[in-house]
């Protein structure tokens, strides 16, 4: 069990106090571990001109999570991706994936139109350690026209290796 340290003095000296613990106790305090089993969640865009910028297989179209340090690995609980906002269709249905993950995601564009849809789906993806997840351009013809945005819903851990 963690132990804090004591305060003594005015309530102004107690935030002043408490704020110059080091990171680890207030970490401990507030209940945030580094590593562990702590499910943490992000929401990231991906608009429709960074899609169209990744015009060759192998670019990078984002970074959706960045790497996680030196020792330390993603696990992907669940990723969701939402198509919205979209005007006009995108004229081809590349192959976009995870880099460097190992699991079950899939992004397609087949078919998604103007209407909002769920467009991928993952659970239990993970990364190689100290990789960063990057949406790429794997395969196919790049789209050359379209718009609509892109939403990831991610529920990830930061695990040590």
């Known amino acids: 069990m963690a132990t804090y340290p004591e305060y003594r003095g005015t309530p102004r000296n107690f935030t002043w106090q408490f704020l110059n613990q080091p990171l680890s ?3 401990a305090a507030c209940g945030i571990t580094d590593g562990g089993s702590s499910n943490l969640t992000t929401t990231v ?10 015009t060759t297989p192998g670019d990078t179209v984002k970074t959706l999570l960045p790497s996680p340090g030196a020792g330390k690995y993603l696990l992907v609980n669940v990723i969701v991706v939402k198509f919205k906002d979209a005007t006009v ?21 087949f078919g998604l139109g103007t209407t909002p ?31 609509g945005n892109f939403i990831f819903e991610i529920e990830y851990q930061i695990l040590d290796f």
Do not use: H, M, R, W
């Open 25 to 27: 106790v207030l970490k």
């Open 45 to 54: 865009t991906v608009t429709a001109a960074e899609v169209l910028a990744a």
């Open 89 to 109: 269709a995108f004229d081809q249905s590349p192959a976009y994936g995870l880099t460097q993950f190992q699991g079950n995601f899939t992004l397609n564009f």
């Open 117 to 147: 849809d769920i467009a991928g789906y993952g659970n239990g993806v993970i990364a190689e350690v100290d990789q960063s997840l990057d949406l790429k351009f794997n395969a196919g013809t790049a789209p050359s026209a379209g718009d």
